[in-house]
């Protein structure tokens, strides 16, 4: 595909191109863009492996990682070489990155101390019960004010904490003023520029404010959150905007060209999706659904179980602008589910025509509750559920009603977004693996009663990463100007119902939704025999004992007449 795009723009004068490094948890890629068409010329992709050590753990190499990086720098280079694209016309290169993700390394052997821990590992649960426990009211929004988030295994001060109490030699490297910590955009970055001799070490607001050290109002790191984690300032990256020159290529096909944009993955999306305005949303359909909204230059604390972040900060004298973040936990894992653990169908692509077959759950409502519900209602004790069954039903119902089920999650997502900002949103737009299933961008638009905009480049991730530095002082080959950015293609899905069935059937998928609600909440208790003892439950032992002193109460009256 790549190479019949690029084809046909070298016949023409090619202007200016920017590069965009895309460093996400399963795979690096290195893409370059057109400045002025925002069209993609070449990319390569390199797998990342994850290792698993324990249940619940989730680490990468990061020496890995950087290879990655050179390695797709290296083949993308070449195949534009193959194109005949001089690639001296590359100005600039972004960075986008898997946010959350912790490193520490060396800063004068330029090792990594350990491996990356992932954003998803949950080593640091014991470390997070540790610290909610040390707040008022066992609070686990006790640092909301200040960071946007609650105290959560995701955020990356956590998984540094662990780091410096259970892996000696960073604990060593942190007391002998050796150590450097950063997320995955700061290790790049750092690498990138040189390293060990003279590495820039910094990050960007978007990738800072998910680090629970970063003050979301002052925008810089905050010595009191970092004394709260009992974590050294000095080892914190320099916070920078998203769009500023902060290095310089010191080796590679790319040498002496300037890193000069950073934003982490979701934001990097909000922007290659254009969001500058305030209210205009996002949402990307991968495993989950990822739901940004930009607020503007005001943080919007939200009372609805959303995060509050930074979207981006667009030049070191730009204002930083925030947006209202809402996650839903099993999005494209529903496909896989039917797939796997059903069997009803083989390819994802087959649960479209399945369910365009029927074109109607007909009454048949699926509540994917497999890890409890997320936002916006973080019940943990509910589950997956499927009602409304009648004779009727078959399959090509369920996959229906498991399409239905991603677009009414983010409609609540939605709903909270709305009630926390106050402004209505008129449309969404979209991207992600999910979003080339058509029906499912149809009863999107359906569900919400607003249209569903889709991207006609779905690469708004690396895009986004590629703005930022193409926009940066110093480089400035790419136009951020509303009249500029009108050339973006895409695709407009109109509702096509009225608005009351539209209500009708969210009212229906709230009423399961309660359903799935308390499912595992009394559980019963074991007696210590490996047996579960009726008393467990109180109200059923006061039930039981009630009755059994009725019982006895009848039979001596009885005796008694």
Known sequence: M?????????????????????????????????????????????EINQSFPKEGWVEEDPKEILQSVYECMERTCEKLTQLNVDISNIKAIGVT???????????????????AIVWLDLRTQSTVERLINKTPGRNKNHLKHKTGLP???????????????????????????????????????????????????????????????????????????????????????????????????KSGCLSGIPISGCLGDQSAALVGQMCFQEGQAKNTYGTGCFLLRNTG???????????????????????????????????????????????????????????????????CYFVPAFSGLYAPYWEPSARGIICGLTQFTNKSHLAFAALEAVCFQTREILDAMNQDSGIPLTQLQVDGGMTSNRLLMQLQADILCIPVVKPSMPETTALGAAMAAGAAEGVSVWSLRPEDLSEVTSEKFEPQINPEESEFRYARWKKAVQRAMNWETTEPISNGNGETS?????????????????????KYIAGHK
């Open 2 to 46: 790549n190479s019949g795009m690029a084809a046909s723009s070298s016949r023409v004068m090619l202007g200016p191109l920017v590069a965009a490094i895309d460093q996400g948890t399963s795979s690096t890629r290195f893409l370059v863009f057109n400045a002025k068409t925002a069209e993609l010329l070449s990319h390569h992709q390199v």
């Open 97 to 115: 990155n898997q946010r959350e993700t912790t490193l520490v390394w060396d800063k004068e052997t330029g090792e990594p101390l350990y491996n």
């Open 151 to 249: 105290i959560s295994t995701y955020f990356s001060a956590v998984k540094l904490r662990w780091l410096m109490d259970n892996v000696d030699e960073v604990a060593e490297a942190v007391l002998t003023h050796r150590a450097m910590f950063g997320t995955v955009d700061s290790w790049l970055i750092w690498c990138l520029t040189g390293g060990k001799s003279g590495g820039v070490h910094c990050t960007d607001v978007t990738n800072a404010s998910r680090t629970m050290l970063f003050n979301i109002h002052t925008l810089d790191w905050d010595p009191e959150l970092c004394k709260y984690f009992d974590i050294p300032m000095e080892i914190l990256p320099k916070v920078r905007s998203s769009s500023e020159i902060y290095g310089l290529m």
């Open 297 to 363: 230059a005001k943080p919007v604390m939200s009372e609805h179980g959303l995060l509050t972040t930074v979207a981006y900060k667009l030049g070191r004298d730009k204002p930083a602008c925030y947006a209202l973040e809402g996650s839903v936990a099993i999005a494209g894992a529903v496909v896989r589910w039917l797939k796997d653990n059903l069997g009803i169908i083989q390819t994802s692509t087959e649960l479209e025509k399945l369910a365009a077959s029927v074109g109607t759950s007909y009454g």
């Open 534 to 554: 009726i008393f467990s439950s109180v109200p059923l032992g006061f039930y039981i004992l009630g009755s059994m002193l009725m019982l006895i109460g009848a």
